[in-house]
């Protein structure tokens, strides 16, 4: 009987220790470099953060605001990243989904988008389109899939994760084309799904 219950938990383990091994260990992915560009993104306005599980990672934005009426480069507003990851090798990683936080305001017919995409070198891109509105003006919280995953070439213990994220606000036509409206973008957390490779 012993020797069955001892055969019975080796099974077990067996069958735990893959499941186990589905990511890196915590505190073994790290950010080397984080850096970034564009109209949303000005030098000094952003910063990240990943998490120690190597899961989340999140960049705050001060100034990824688009709007109008304004000068002719307000109406749309981009940013992209270059995040170096390092990681434990025999490990590969794909980004799952983006939740973006900020705040909307739209007066009549004001129409909006936010389109966020991912790719790494030598890779395609893989993107996701939210039109606004909806939701109502005021504060939000989007969460967003990507239909596609791309996954970090295998083989290599760094990559560099590229994002690319742009807010556009479109006025209404004439004679309602004075009618303002704003996307601001305070943050966005990147979910990293891992694997073995």
Not at 1 to 22: E, F, N
Not at 112 to 140: I, K, N
């Amino acid at each position: 009987m012993a020797a069955m219950v001892v055969l019975l938990l080796l099974g077990i383990l067996q069958l735990a220790v893959p499941g186990l091994a589905q990511s890196p260990p915590s505190g073994t992915v790290r950010v080397e470099s984080l850096t970034y560009s564009g109209s949303g993104c000005p030098p000094g306005s952003a910063e990240g953060a990943l998490s120690p599980d190597g899961i989340g990672l999140t960049v705050l934005f001060a100034q990824f605001k688009a709007l109008t009426p304004g000068s002719p480069d307000d109406p749309v507003k981009k940013c992209q990243l270059a995040v170096k990851l390092i990681y434990p090798t025999g490990f590969t990683f794909t980004v799952e989904s983006v939740a973006s936080v900020g705040g909307v305001v739209f007066e009549d017919a004001v129409k909006g988008s936010l389109e966020v995409g991912y790719f790494f070198p030598e890779s395609g891109t893989v993107r996701t389109l939210r039109e606004l509105p909806p939701p109502p003006e005021g504060d939000f919280h989007f969460d967003d899939g990507f239909s596609t995953l791309i996954y970090a070439p295998c083989g290599s213990e760094s990559t560099s994760l590229n994002v690319y994220s742009e807010v556009k606000v479109v006025p209404p036509r004439p004679p309602s084309d004075n009618n303002g409206g704003s996307i601001d973008i305070d943050n966005q957390s990147f979910t990293l799904r891992w694997k073995p490779c």
